[in-house]
């Protein structure tokens, strides 16, 4: 069983194009976070969120903690923001103790010239 | 530049060797954790530590071992390495891995187990 799931798995877009990419999730969540990975495989952390919506340049992340849902949008996306974005729940600690994070399977965007 | 540093960036061992993967942090976190990263999945939590002297297990700690003697160093020790541990291993850490504090990872290092 996946508790993260994300949506599209691969995504290809003209430059210039509004991104969107889902994560819906099964579980009681204290934060969601969403990660970035480019082709040399560091993880770069974009955004942290418990409720609402945060904003940071072009990048745009947002979450509904009834639905279990979470988009990160992309205005006026460039070929650099071409990477794979991931998206990472921490459960709602049981007992004491913080437990890591469960991380969906990623998307990989390609934005083309 | 205050981050996570993980050495080494590559490494390939033989079945039944033994290796310690470093991961250092200068930020004084009290929080880290161990990910291995394999195709097609998500990223896996294998061990983490919420301060100096306690850890505890992820979702594959199998064939894995950590310690915490110190606040900044966490390393994970692979005591007889198999083929299936090939893998990409990134640390991360949290100033308390609670919901108000994000995460800093370090770069990754690429296992190889023949």
């Known amino acids: 069983k996946n508790e993260v799931e994300q949506s599209p798995q691969n995504l290809t877009a003209q430059e210039g194009e509004f991104i969107t990419i889902n994560c819906s999730y099964s579980?009681?969540?204290?934060?969601l976070h969403w990660l970035q990975q480019h082709p040399g495989g560091g993880i770069v952390s974009l955004f942290m969120?418990?409720?609402g919506k945060k904003k940071h340049g072009r990048l745009i992340a947002t979450i509904n903690i009834q639905e279990k849902h979470s988009s990160l949008h992309i205005t006026a996306s460039h070929p650099r923001d071409s990477a794979v974005y991931i998206c990472?729940?921490?459960?709602?600690?049981?007992?004491?103790?913080?437990?890591?994070?469960?991380f969906g399977k990623g998307t990989h965007l390609i934005i083309q010239p | 530049n205050a981050g996570v540093t993980q050495t080494p960036k590559f490494q390939v061992l033989k079945t039944g060797q033994s290796m310690t993967l470093q991961c250092a942090q200068d930020?004084?976190?009290?929080?880290m954790s161990w990910y291995r990263q394999d195709p097609g999945m998500g990223l896996r939590l294998i061990h983490y530590?919420?301060?100096?002297?306690?850890?505890d297990q992820g979702e594959v700690p199998n064939g894995y071992n950590v310690s915490r003697s110190t606040t900044e160093d966490f390393p994970l020790r692979l005591l007889s390495a198999a083929p299936s541990q090939t893998s990409v291993y990134f640390c991360?850490?949290?100033?308390?891995?609670?919901?108000?504090?994000?995460?800093?990872f370090g770069s990754g290092t690429r296992l190889t187990v023949v």
């Open positions: 991360a850490s949290s100033y308390s891995g609670g919901p108000g504090n994000g995460y800093t």
């Open positions: 579980v009681g969540i204290s934060a």
């Open positions: 969120l418990s409720s």
């Open positions: 990472a729940v921490r459960p709602r600690a049981s007992g004491g103790g913080a437990d890591g994070l469960t």
């Open positions: 930020m004084n976190h009290e929080y």
């Open positions: 530590s919420v301060g100096a002297g306690i850890t």
